[in-house]
Structures are given as structure tokens and as C-alpha cells.
Nanobody, 127 residues
């Protein structure tokens, strides 16, 4: 069974930091690329960052503030979030797509790209 389990969300003040974790099972990080996506209330789901073929892809809105990384031994992908602001409030999901179908990374930010999804973790940034 493929499972992606997020954790680490919570309530944080503006300017603060959180680290999200995504524990992966049933797939390997060699064969699958992992992304973080988020959905704010009343808004469409959007890509935040992705690890694909050893490269990092990130939305302009989080560059310089969020960092994606992986620990293959722990089968875990992280999203370190710094300098959080109210616009970062959302449910954050980790998700996976087959690396061989990555299309050069040009489609990493689209939710339809991802085959497997975690349950989501709420991040709330107080203003």
C-alpha cells in the first residue's frame, strides 16, 4: 500500500517557522518525485515545492523562505518553512508522481500531475 503521511503543521505567529515532514511507504524516492502543495480556504490547490531528479522546484511566492529536502534512509521528505506570513495559511499536502513521467520538471506545480497524496496537515499563521 502506498502511503504518504504528513505531520508538523500547527499554529504559528507571522515571522515564525515550521518544519513539515512527509513519511513515504510503498514507493521509493528513486522512482517517485515528491512535491508539497497547499490549498488555502476558497482558493485552488497550488504547488509549493518539489524534488525531482535531484533538482528543486519552488513557487516564486516561497523562494528564499521555504526549503524542501529529503532523507532517503528515513524515507522522509521535509519542508522547512521560514518567515511565515498569513498568506501561507493553508492545508499542506505531500504528493508523489513517477519520476520517469516528470516531463523535465515543467509540470511539477500542477495538482493533476500527482498520483499519490497524503492526508494533509493544517498550517495556520496568525496575523
Amino acid at each position: 500500500e502506498v502511503r504518504l503521511v504528513e505531520s508538523g503543521g500547527g499554529l504559528v505567529q507571522a515571522g515564525g517557522s515550521l518544519r513539515l515532514s512527509c513519511v513515504v511507504s510503498g514507493i521509493t524516492l528513486d522512482d517517485y518525485s515528491i512535491g508539497w502543495l497547499r490549498q488555502a480556504p476558497g482558493k485552488e490547490r497550488e504547488g509549493v515545492s518539489c524534488l525531482h531528479e535531484g533538482r528543486i522546484f519552488s513557487a516564486d511566492s516561497v523562494k528564499g523562505r521555504f526549503t524542501i529536502s529529503s532523507d532517503n534512509a528515513k524515507k522522509t521528505v521535509y519542508l522547512q518553512m521560514n518567515s511565515l506570513n498569513a498568506e501561507d495559511t493553508a492545508v499542506y499536502y505531500c504528493a508523489a508522481f513517477m519520476t520517469a513521467l516528470g516531463e523535465g520538471g515543467g509540470t511539477w506545480s500542477f495538482p493533476w500531475k500527482y498520483e499519490y497524496w497524503g492526508q494533509g496537515t493544517q498550517v495556520t499563521v496568525s496575523s
